[in-house]
């Protein structure tokens, strides 16, 4: 198949153009025909993967190439309005934005309206569905909000022309003044019994009533048969197992009806099943629904096998436990074999191998994409502008996450177009086509909860969990919870960005998401004097972890070095260098030295006084390459030469834990990979007691960093 037009969907060739054509019997990007593979027994596939990775981009692919090719419902198991902006950017693009819906029944009729059109009017579900959408006399918003469903529904029926805004209004004025004439004790039947009226006097009600009186027995000693639609409603508003039981109900009739509408005409003539794209499926609407479904084709007894085709999407993965019999497939598993072999491999891809519904299931995780998809994204930019190996850095940087490589993606591009040369230490610093930030566009798209968001752009500075609750409580974040930190961490969870809320790992374990959020911190960080600026954050979180000297003096020198304190940092280094003589200290004072250069820099300009360069009244600056090469030198001379030494290793080892400072890629990196072990080597030669230790890990430290790994901490011999 030919490139996706959408950048998300780079990587998706084999779902988007070999899966799903096998089981619609179209192509994706062309006009033509595929042979259907699978046989009367489908799958229903479920795409699964984090925020950001690209689940919802494949349905909108998939909607854009099918519209008007095939019967197609695309629908949005959420409240209506989550997803409003969403759809109006995809309706603004060509494509066919999502439907929200709620519940289950709102799911079956966004679907039903979609497909109406050219499957038909579904004569026993639709009024099955205005059977159990009543309201409670007197409640004006409940009335609005279903009489605009109906609107929906008769109008895509046919049963009532106009816009929809009107149709709701003039639906609304029926039902309400045929209201009195259907007394009930209930006081939803009332109304039911309204609707179903006026939808008779459209429609002829009798097909309905007798499918639905056939499933439903009549209770013992009963003199006359109820209505069966109004026994449907009833049953339904009773909740509990008599609302599952309509539910299931419902489902039976919308796959009949649908699998009765392609007798053998259409299947002479090879017409498509319906396609049915159902975005957010872990969410209870959209849950329930493949619920039905799966259960309704695993079962011996249906009297029609339909063939439609449900790709659906999860956020997470699905539990062994919840779907244990589901098939799971890799994306490489669906690419295309060639010739005769093509129905032998859809075999391969999935079969039913057991009874329980999730048999029926195809869960394919979306995974990130590869470098090479980030160069071919990269690609409508002017290669002279952009560094050789910027598809490198960037790829290092998102991890190949689609939603973070597509906008820093389109980031450089823009700034290509304008004639602006992008280096990897650029990326994070661009901003989009619109103009603003890539960090805070990309973090409102995977953070939404702004409460949370904003928390984690302070909480992530601290060490782990304990610490951010300290910090939480020095600069009173406040909010509905007790513990701010855990709150801000279960949202983590919630958000499938983690498994657990960590007590002593970091606060954020996604590397991508904790790069985002500290650039974002730093960026926006208010002045110095500020409470909540990036200073005084670290100031608060050095002087906490002083308070805990037994382990904190590494985080303590970190924090000192974030807040562009290195002076601080360097002084106790070589103090301890020059004092500690047991071996064994060897391996605290290099861990020290490892964990301290991690430290984020500060915000560059007017933000902070750089104490490297105490004359300097401006803010810190980046010359961390200069000073590691010893190019001021004249400003260390208070310094005696380990001293110095020492402060032009930490300056290196600051700048290599950069993501961008790569040696493969970064001249000054690999430069600074050999200045760490000739550092190294000098100090080993002027300590007593550490110079074995020393030695080796001059030996091994410009290695690891060559290779981005962890710098290895050599046990001294006396340990």
Known sequence: MGKPETPLLYGRGPLVGSLVPSLTGLAYDERARRKREFGDDVPVVLLTGQHGLGRSAVLDGLARHYDKRLPLAHVQAVAPGVTAAAAVVLAQAGGVPAAPAADFVQVLERIVCALAPELGHFPVLVPGLFAVSGWSLGDADGRDAVCARHARLLVAGGLLAGAERDVARQWSERVEASVAEAADDDDSLPVTAAILGELQSLRGLAPARSWYGKRHTTPDGATTKPDALLELGRRFH?????????????????????????????????EPWPLILVDEAHAPAGRRFLELLLEHRASAQRPHRDRITVVATRLGDVPQEEAPQAVRRELADLLPAAGGARRKQAAAIWQRTGHDPSAGLLVVPLTPL??????????????????????SALHSLTGGHPAATTVLCDAVVHAARHNRTVAPRDLLDLPTPQGRPVTQVLLEDLLPDRRQRDRLLVLCLARDNETAEALAEDLRLDGPEQLP??????????????????????????????????????????????????????????????????TGEADALR????????????????????????????????????????????????????????????????????IALGEHASRFSHLDEA?????????????????????????????????????????????????????????????????????????????
């Open 643 to 719: 001293g110095r030494s020492i402060n032009r290793l930490l300056h290196a080892l600051w700048y290599l834990s950069e993501p961008y400072a790569d040696a493969a890629i970064d001249p000054d990196a690999e430069t600074l990979c050999q200045a760490v072990g000739d550092e190294l080597a000098f100090l080993s030669r002027r300590h007593r007691t550490w110079y074995a230790a020393l030695g080796r890990a001059a030996r091994d430290w410009p290695t690891a960093a060559r290779r981005r790994q962890i710098l290895p901490v050599p046990a001294s011999e006396g340990s």
């Open 559 to 626: 924090h000192s070095l974030a807040a562009g304190n290195a002076a601080q940092a360097v002084d106790i280094l070589a103090d301890e260098f020059g004092a500690e003589e047991a071996a064994q200290s060897v391996q605290h004072w290099l861990e020290c030295l490892r964990h301290c250069a991690t430290a984020p820099t500060p915000p560059s300009g007017g933000t902070g006084r750089d104490a490297n360069f105490p004359e300097d009244t401006g803010g810190w600056s980046d010359h961390r390459v200069e």
């Open 238 to 270: 009773r909740g509990g197992d008599y609302r599952n039981a309509v539910e299931n109900t419902l489902m039976a009739a919308f796959l009949e009806e649908v699998a009765a509408t392609y007798g053998l005409v259409r299947h002479l003539n090879r």
């Open 485 to 550: 930190a855990n709150a801000a961490a279960q949202y983590l969870v919630e958000r499938q960005w983690q498994q657990s809320v960590p007590v002593g790992a970091p606060l954020v374990e996604s590397r991508l998401l904790q790069s985002l959020l500290v650039h974002e911190a730093r960026r926006t960080s208010p002045p110095p004097d500020d409470a909540h600026s990036w200073h005084e954050i670290h100031r608060l979180l050095h002087r906490h972890h002083v308070q805990r000297s037994d």
């Open 370 to 391: 590869s470098r090479d998809d980030v160069l071919s994204m990269l690609d409508r930019a002017s290669a002279r502008l952009l560094h050789p190996h910027l598809a």
